[in-house]
């Protein structure tokens, strides 16, 4: 996260309650399908055995930059890290996500993909 200040190490934002993935209110399975289209290489598609190897964990809640966050992360086949996030604020909802995130925690990934969106979009962040 190079340009950011060391205290983004101890970053923290509030959970949302309940914070469980339960609580997302886009559903699962949409949120997999999404993931078959970004990702050729996503738990959707089986390995030799005919399973799916892969599972997408989720990591927690979080209330930031007037949104609200759930955050879960899953490995590539050749253990690239990836986060996936729902982010919802008012009625919209947002769906992404990124791989070679290993060395940011959920909270700096939350702050960095805000700062991609705001650059991509050219609006600004509360």
Not at 63 to 90: K, M, P
Request: proline residues 5%; aromatic residues 12%; negative net charge.
């Amino acid at each position: 996260m190079t340009g950011y200040s060391t205290n983004l190490e101890k970053l923290e934002f509030p959970r949302l309650d309940p914070d469980t993935e339960d609580s997302c209110p886009y559903p699962m399975q949409e949120l997999q399908e999404y993931l078959k289209l970004e990702d050729g290489d996503w738990i959707g598609i089986p390995n030799s055995d005919g399973q799916a190897d892969r599972k997408l964990d989720f990591l927690r809640t979080a209330a930031a930059f007037n949104s609200q966050y759930w955050i879960w992360e899953y490995r590539l086949q050749d253990s690239t890290h990836c986060y996936v996030t729902v982010d919802v604020r008012g009625s919209q909802i947002c769906v992404g996500m990124d791989w070679g995130t290993q060395d940011l925690t959920p909270e700096q990934y939350i702050v960095d993909a805000r700062r991609r969106r705001r650059n991509a979009d050219g609006s600004a962040v509360e």
